[in-house]
């Protein structure tokens, strides 16, 4: 294996959004500020920055595969990368198959900027202190060199040592060495020579990195079959960020759709997805799935073949009813109460898209139609059942495949049809005596905590309100040093320990009632609730709610709890 050395300046400028680019299957750049300066500090200290892998596609190939442009003005608000217009170039290109944020990072050091938020939103540009001396200490993390990106060239005046700010980027306007210290002479005047000297010599090394070193060892790979170029894709990135499976089979939809961007309608729709409710971390591969799974006639698994040209039209001419389906979905559960951090299993929503979706209803998240209202209330508990059962924890695959199956069985679906999806899972539509033990060891504010919970409000309005997790007894009397000053011997203050989180000592309130109840001792917040408290919360009957009888109010409320979840059917 042979590797083409070429210089930083040469590819920065001659190279990056000019013949070289990103190939869609590449992830988007997620290096921040603290990054890019390790590198250029790593490359001034002669530390190797890695090879590059290049794919280099023959002219006469280049309109097959979507490639981007590398950034140049990063900015958070919109990270997205641009598609490149390669119309003008009438000769081989290189998508860049590994290396990618490493070359962004220099690109951006050089050429461009980075815009962040800490505070307020922050345009900045990689500067070089050149009247810092370098200095290498003990601690490998510690930074030789001082870059830092900033907003400006002028000194930082809560900083009392010597600074002189050059803008990395100058360096690129001078093709000798000594024309860049000409350069800055007359500003570095009123220094001393010492710290002059220093100014040159970090220039000097500088410009040797960028200008005549050859650092950057990049390989070529020139098959032009496409399968062979994923799966060296795959492999050169096996040791960095995961990549998601759609990252890959982008670029096969975005070559492939006749009229819409695919990468930018897939980015775009997840972005929307995940901003509902406060926030979910939905990722490519649940819509591209989506895709599949709503697309009547199309295999469900991911692999390559299944992204054929036939199957990516029909995805797109169906595009805007996937959108439809699984928008109104997550905005459905997003109303029942389902976080990012309870939503077990992200794709046992797709049979409710489908179900959404071949019901013709998709405004059903809004209506208040009895039929409507009774179809959101089954949904719910379905979800919140299966989830709790683990349905989608195996093969999943095969159980999607299996619910599809029965949707397309079923003559009437003005009804969410959870009996014969059931009878299909082959779940029981209870739990068990030992299911509801497990169920019942589920401590606070852990995945499952809120599924178990909803079932124990079988009457309530989830659309629109918003619950919280609360302790009935608050928490922030469960210290060893407040149970010990209570009298409470050891073995009593660890059963309080272990028991304060669980289950049983746990409701789900408005915010307005977790905010009016905040630590409040509950015998002393219990009074002033109405007639109906106890038991819309499985509140067991005792003479006293005392902090003293906790643990008796934990072993009754644990049978309620239990007996209810027993009951939990359809």
Not at 235 to 255: C, M, P, V, W
Not at 265 to 282: K, M, P, R
Not at 323 to 335: D, R, S
Not at 398 to 412: A, G
């Amino acid at each position: 294996m042979s590797y083409n050395p070429k210089t930083i300046s040469e590819v920065v400028s001659e190279f990056v959004n000019r013949t070289t680019f990103l190939p869609a299957m590449q992830r988007e750049y997620v290096w921040d500020t603290d990054g890019i300066e390790r590198l250029f500090d790593s490359l001034m200290g002669d530390f190797p920055i890695g090879v590059f892998l290049f794919w280099k596609i023959r002219e006469e190939n280049k309109n097959q595969w979507a490639a981007y442009e590398f950034i140049r003005e990063f900015d958070q608000e919109n990270p997205h990368n641009k598609e490149a217009n390669l119309n003008g170039i009438n000769q081989d290109i290189y998508l860049v198959l590994d290396g990618q944020q490493r070359l962004t990072s220099l690109f951006l050091g050089l050429k461009g900027s980075y815009r962040y938020f800490y505070y307020k939103w922050n345009k900045t540009k990689l500067y070089l202190n050149l009247l810092k001396a370098a200095e290498k200490g003990d601690n490998p993390e510690e930074l030789t060199y001082d870059f830092k990106f900033r907003s400006s060239s002028e000194p930082d005046p809560r900083d009392p040592s010597p600074q002189h700010w050059y803008l990395v980027g100058d360096i690129l306007n001078f093709d000798d060495a000594e024309d860049a210290k000409k350069n800055v002479k007359t500003q570095l005047a009123a220094f001393s020579e010492d710290q002059r000297d220093s100014a040159n010599a970090l220039i000097g090394r500088l410009h040797s990195k960028i200008h005549t070193a050859r650092l950057l060892n990049y390989y070529e790979e020139k098959s032009q079959d496409y399968d062979k170029v994923v799966e060296v894709f795959i492999r050169t990135n096996t040791g960095g960020k995961k990549l998601e499976y759609s990252d890959i089979l982008l670029s096969a939809a975005t070559a492939k759709w006749r009229y819409l961007n695919a990468r930018e309608e897939l980015h775009s729709f997840t972005d929307e997805i995940n901003a509902i409710n406060g926030g979910y971390s939905f990722g490519k591969d649940f819509v591209l799935k989506s895709c599949l799974y709503l697309t009547e006639g199309l295999p469900i698994q991911y692999k390559v073949k299944n992204f054929n040209r036939i199957n990516l039209e029909r995805i797109e001419d169906n595009w805007e009813n996937i959108k439809a389906c699984v928008g109104t979905t997550v905005n459905l559960i997003g109303k029942f109460g389902y976080s990012d951090k309870n939503l077990v299993s992200k794709i046992a929503l797709l049979p409710v898209a489908l179900y959404i979706g071949l019901s013709g209803n998709k405004g059903s998240v809004s209506s208040t139609n009895a039929t409507d209202v009774a179809n959101q209330v089954r949904i719910q508990k379905w979800l919140a059942m299966t989830l709790l059962k683990n349905v989608f924890g195996g093969s999943s695959d095969t159980t999607l495949r299996n619910l599809q199956e029965v949707f397309s069985t079923v003559s009437d679906l003005s009804t969410f049809p959870y009996e014969a999806l059931n009878r299909r899972l082959g779940v029981e539509t209870r739990f068990s005596k030992a299911e509801v033990e497990n169920l019942l060891g589920i401590n606070y504010c852990t995945k499952y905590s809120y599924l178990i919970l909803s079932l124990l409000y079988p009457d309530r309005d989830w659309k629109d309100n918003a619950y919280h997790e609360d302790h009935i007894f608050p928490k922030s009397e469960f210290t060893e040093a407040r149970l010990r000053h209570r009298g409470y011997d050891e073995a009593k203050i660890r059963s309080y320990l272990q028991s304060f989180n669980s289950l049983a000592n746990l409701q789900l309130l408005t915010a307005s009632e977790n905010l009016e109840k905040n630590a409040t001792p509950f015998d002393e917040w219990l009074p002033g609730k109405d007639a109906n408290f106890k038991a819309r919360h499985r509140i067991p009957q005792m003479q006293s709610y005392s902090f003293d009888n906790f643990l008796e109010f934990i072993e009754m409320r644990s049978a309620l709890i239990a007996e209810r979840l027993e009951q939990a059917l359809f």
